[in-house]
Nanobody, 116 residues
Framework: EVQLVESGGGLVQAGGSLRLSCAAS????????IGWFRQAPGKEREGVSS????????YYADSVEGRFTISSDNANNTVYLQMDSLKPEDTALYYC?????????WGEGTQVTVSS
């Protein structure tokens, strides 16, 4: 069973930084995308960033481009999201996800709150 465990959320002032981690386990396939979505209260879940294990392609939402950096430790099946220059509008529950073909797997989420 695929498990995704996030950590690293918290409360930070605007302009500050946080680093999220997602440890993935319970699978043997090596062709997948892994990354982050977020959902703010009253808003739809949106894709933030992802990285392809197969070809290294990296995606960033326009809203985080230049401020967030995704990276991965393939040996330990862990993905990181370095979030700099945080803004109050980055406040959301951040979910790690893994996509293998047509299967999506989700973590429980970690809260990020940015105060103004």
């Amino acid at each position: 069973e695929v498990q995704l465990v996030e950590s690293g959320g918290g409360l930070v002032q605007a302009g500050g930084s946080l680093r999220l981690s997602c440890a993935a386990s319970g699978f043997t396939f090596d062709d997948y995308d892994i990354g982050w979505f977020r959902q703010a209260p009253g808003k739809e879940r949106e894709g933030v960033s992802s990285i392809s294990r197969s070809d290294g392609f990296i995606y960033y939402a326009d809203s985080v481009e230049g401020r967030f950096t995704i990276s991965s430790d393939n040996a330990n099946n862990t993905v990181y999201l370095q979030m700099d220059s945080l803004k109050p509008e980055d406040t959301a529950l951040y979910y790690c996800y893994l996509r293998n073909g047509h299967e999506d797997y989700w973590g429980e989420g970690t809260q990020v709150t940015v105060s103004s």
